[in-house]
Structure formats: structure tokens, C-alpha cells
């Protein structure tokens, strides 16, 4: 998946009959749906090894948008809840930790995912995430990140 997903197929010879491929496929928007909210469940999964592939093929298909060459599968700009997920799941278990609670197993596992996630995409493209996720997410981010790690 992570590869259709950074790199998706050609399409089928264009319908005017004269056998040139129209482009690389694209998702229809219901399909798209439905692999983000997916890969979102996947990145928070308790097993490590699918928080693994999860965040792999999340970073995949934003880098592969970012690299251009005509290819969009799931950029960042088409992909609104994904920074606001990674973030509500840092912040989550940010206030656990603020509050003196030990972390409960999916809260980990949240947070784990998603740090990973953020990283993958973080050092893949890292000038489309500053572009498209703006200055107010790293402001929410920093603090998040100081109060796990203290």
C-alpha cells in the first residue's frame, strides 16, 4: 500500500482512442477518506510494528507529493486532519504527564505513533510541512514535546 500510495499506477489510455495514458491515477476523494482515517487509526495502533508501517506510509505519500513529478496521492493540503490528529495525540499525552498520571498503554502507543509519524515526515519534507502546517503548530508542538520529555 505504502508504495501505490507514493507512487500511484499510470492511468488507463485516455478515452479519446489515441492509447496515451491520461496521467497518474488519482484517488476519488471517498477513497482518499477513507485510507487517511485508516492510516490515522494504524499510527495509533498498540502493535509497534503497524504504528511502524503506518507511519511510513503516511511520510511516503506526503513526500511523494512533495518530490512533484506530477504525483499527489495524499499531501499535507488535502490531508487537513492529519497535523491536528499528531498533535491532539502529543497534546494528550503531554497532560497526562503534566498531571503526574503514568501514561496508560494507549496514550502511549498514541503518542509514540505519532512522534514517529511527525519525525518521518519531518526529515522527508520538511519545506512542505513548514509550508503547510504554519507557524501556530509548532508553537502548539514545542511546549507538548518539552513536557513528555521532562
Not at 13 to 18: C, E, L, T
Not at 50 to 79: H, I, K
Not at 97 to 110: I, M, N
Not at 143 to 148: G, K, R
Amino acid at each position: 500500500m505504502k508504495n501505490a500510495l507514493a507512487i500511484p499506477p499510470p492511468a488507463p489510455p485516455a478515452a479519446d482512442g489515441s492509447g496515451v495514458p491520461g496521467g497518474p491515477m488519482r484517488l476519488p476523494d471517498d477513497v482518499s477518506a477513507e485510507i487517511r482515517g485508516n492510516l490515522l487509526r494504524s499510527v495509533v495502533d498498540p502493535q509497534v510494528a503497524v504504528r511502524r508501517v503506518a507511519s511510513s506510509a503516511v511520510s511516503a505519500s506526503c513526500v511523494a507529493s512533495a518530490a512533484g513529478e506530477g504525483r499527489e496521492s495524499l499531501p499535507l493540503s488535502r490531508w487537513p486532519e492529519l497535523l491536528p490528529f499528531l498533535l491532539g495525540c502529543v497534546e494528550s499525552a503531554s497532560a497526562e504527564v503534566a498531571a503526574g498520571r503514568p501514561l496508560s498503554a494507549e496514550a502511549a502507543a498514541a503518542m509514540d505513533g505519532s512522534l514517529l509519524t511527525l519525525r518521518k515526515v519531518l526529515e522527508d519534507a520538511p519545506a512542505q510541512f513548514e509550508r503547510e502546517s504554519g507557524p501556530a503548530f509548532a508553537t502548539r508542538l514545542v511546549p507538548a514535546l518539552l513536557t513528555c520529555l521532562s
